[in-house]
């Protein structure tokens, strides 16, 4: 009988409705087939007596249609390779490639192609059909993360469409999921995501099944993956366990990977018109409280808020505290004795200069570690990107006075060693048009090679012979002279004048003139 060749369970329906007594074109009609085939099984029926008597088990019917009915395809030709069955076999037994076992078929003097030693060894070897086995969980045990590409929304902010990704935490036993969009895929948007959907969910699940992103996962391996260390802290901080995806195994956690972002974009995003992320995530919340929550799962059968109301008493509790969101980065200690983390500077032990360091980073304060998590600055976190945090003892020590120098700094450091200091500095200071404030700041670090008491000597020294410069004091205080009895300065001679005029004066010198 030419033609493809029906199921049992349709060549048992088709029978039904012949026996009552049915037309040709009706049975056609009710069946959905040819009225020609129609007609064709007719006679076959008629031929194996299956029109009347009681109709045969389905296994007997199936034998009989096997048998008796004619192959829907005509037999194909015997395969090239058909003589070489025997050294085929021998070959892949011995797990030899199906393109050497060509190789050695054309030894023997086979002449086919490769495709059709492929199409016999694939017929020799049947493939064996991929079995997923599917996992259920006890309520509360289980919360599986998708993150993927949603598209572009607005930028609140700029006004700009940007690209953004969807997050999804589903439980596992409930089905109820709690979805976002963001920006960007970092590790605080990771760590803000699991926070959100605790605080969403009114509780934590006792592990949580991940794909193998940079967020969560340092580096991806069958059977030991590595956490971020920032995700530890954030699973230890609320109590669960990491449980990674094993690379290439997306149904690991096949309950989020049809019921998370793809649910999400078909059923949400599909045909919405791009609107700012806010609003979409307003708007994707609700949704999900309400015609996602709602709706009958495929699986369970039942709805996932009505269940949830089941899991929520066998989540674990939230903590008391709320999670900082520290951030950790491996850096390097630049050579200002600062390290760079999210665009601000930080200052660390000049000692470590050049070694690579921990920071933690938290949203109120930034801790640095030694490669060995020892404990060397902890900081304010900066408001604004390019502010310097700086602790004037992680300097070196020489290069600290360059950096408070000011001003009033040096006014106040010379009045409190002395008036003479004071009005030295005084002096360099109002210097015009030259800046001596440094000249200033080194004349002060002479008190503490010399002392204070000293230095205010010297100073006054520099003043009684009315020369107040740097050098001058300097070399009062090098050679001694401080510590010497200050001489005594005979008074100035009187100076001479004339009772008279100075033209007289002159046309006397001349001649011309006499005095009086």
């Not at 970092?186 to 969403?200: G, K, M, P, Q």
Request: hydrophobic share 35%; aromatic share 8%.
């Amino acid at each position: 009988m030419p033609g493809k060749k029906k199921e049992t369970m349709d060549i048992r329906e088709m029978l039904r409705h012949l026996r009552r007594g049915q037309s040709n074109r009706t049975v056609a009609k009710t069946v959905g087939i040819d009225r020609k085939t129609v007609a064709r099984y007719r006679t076959w029926a008629t031929e194996q007596g299956l029109l009347e008597g009681a109709l045969p088990p389905l296994g007997e019917l199936h034998r009989m249609a096997e048998e008796t009915l004619n192959s829907p395809v005509p037999p194909q030709n015997t395969s090239s390779v058909e003589p070489y069955r025997e050294v085929v076999g021998k070959l892949r037994q011995e797990g030899v490639e199906v393109a050497a076992i060509c190789e050695r078929l054309k030894e023997r003097g086979y002449t086919g192609s490769y495709s059709s030693v492929y199409r016999f060894v694939r017929n020799l070897e049947p493939r064996t059909p991929d079995v997923t086995v599917r996992v259920e969980t006890k309520p509360g045990e289980e919360a599986q993360v998708d993150f993927g590409y949603a598209g572009r929304m607005v930028d609140p902010e700029t006004g700009e469409l940007r690209k953004t990704w969807l997050f999804v935490m589903q439980l596992s036993w409930c089905r109820h999921q709690y979805p976002e969009f963001v920006f960007d895929q970092t590790v605080e948007t990771w760590l803000r995501l699991h926070r959100n959907a605790f605080d969403f969910f009114g509780g934590v699940p006792e592990r949580v099944v991940i794909d193998n992103l940079k967020a969560g996962i340092v580096q991806a391996c069958w059977h030991e993956p590595q956490a971020q260390q920032s995700y530890r802290e954030c699973a230890e901080h609320y109590g669960f366990l990491i449980t990674p995806c094993r690379p290439g195994t997306p149904q690991h956690k096949g309950k989020v990977e049809k019921g998370g972002v793809h649910y999400v974009k078909r059923n949400f995003l599909g045909g919405r018109e791009p609107t700012t992320i806010t609003q979409a995530n307003r708007d994707v919340k609700r949704w999900a409280l309400t015609t996602a929550g709602e709706r009958v799962h495929g699986t369970t059968k039942e709805k996932p808020l009505e269940r949830f109301e089941l899991e929520r008493a066998a989540l674990q509790s939230l903590p008391s505290a709320a999670y900082d969101l520290a951030v950790w980065k491996q850096v390097k200690l630049h050579r200002d004795c600062h390290l760079v983390f999210d665009h601000a500077y930080y200052s660390a032990p000049f000692r470590l200069v050049g070694q690579p360091l921990l920071v933690r980073g938290g949203s109120r304060e930034v801790q640095i570690f030694t490669s060995d998590y020892q404990l060397v600055a902890t900081h304010d976190r900066a408001q604004r990107s390019g502010q310097r945090r700086t602790h004037l003892d992680h300097l070196p020590p020489h290069k600290v006075p360059g950096l408070i120098l000011t001003r009033e700094t040096c006014r106040q450091q010379a009045s409190e060693i002395g008036p003479a200091t004071g009005e030295v500095v005084a002096g360099l200071l109002d210097h015009r048009p030259e800046d001596r404030l440094r000249t200033a700041g080194r004349l002060l670090r002479l008190a503490d090679r010399f002392s204070p008491e000293r230095l205010e000597v010297a100073c006054g020294r520099a003043l009684r012979f009315d020369d107040p410069a740097y050098v001058t004091v300097k070399r009062i205080l090098e050679q001694g002279f401080d510590l010497e009895e200050l001489p005594t300065i005979a008074p100035p001679s009187p100076v001479m004048t004339f009772g008279r005029r100075a033209s007289e004066l002159v046309g006397h010198l001349a001649g011309g003139a006499t005095w009086k």
